[in-house]
């Protein structure tokens, strides 16, 4: 369980927005839990807001781990969970001998999303399954 008291005392608040500093993170602390809204370029390149279950957006400032991670899951469809892991070096490249933030990222389909997108049933129309291949249709109104 969340222990969203102690969260919201671990982040720096600018406004309702909340950003995180992540060498003042700890290890497997939960930096943001709830529905992904958007992924977009800001002061610090590419960010990522998270919307807490209270509506307070978060902002985590996006690198090369958590782009990887983030890119699984689609904004408004999933609710996301992001767990700081810590530091590592990077080994090659450009920016060998610098640390990497490390990040853990699970998501699921947004309930609300998801609801939303369910087809709905009219009276008297065929119940097609989406799975249903087009090729069974044996006429144009078929479709229809």
């Not at 992001?82 to 947004?110: C, D, Q, W």
């Amino acid at each position: 369980m969340i222990d969203y008291d102690k969260l919201e005392q671990e982040m720096t608040m600018v406004g309702r927005t909340k950003y995180f500093k992540y060498r003042e993170c700890e290890v497997n602390q939960v930096l943001a839990y709830g529905k992904y809204v958007r992924e977009f370029e800001g002061q610090y390149g590419t960010q990522y807001e998270i919307l807490d279950r209270s509506g307070a957006p978060h902002v985590l400032n996006g690198n090369a781990d958590l782009k990887r991670k983030m890119d699984l899951y689609t904004p408004e469809k999933h609710i996301v969970k992001v767990v700081y892991k810590g530091e590592e070096p990077i080994t090659k490249g450009r920016m060998a001998g610098k640390s990497m933030h490390l990040f853990e990222v699970g998501g699921v389909l947004n309930p609300e999303f998801e609801s939303a997108t369910k087809p709905v049933k009219v009276e008297g129309a065929p119940v097609v399954d989406a799975a249903t291949n087009l090729d069974e249709f044996e006429t144009d109104d078929d479709l229809v």
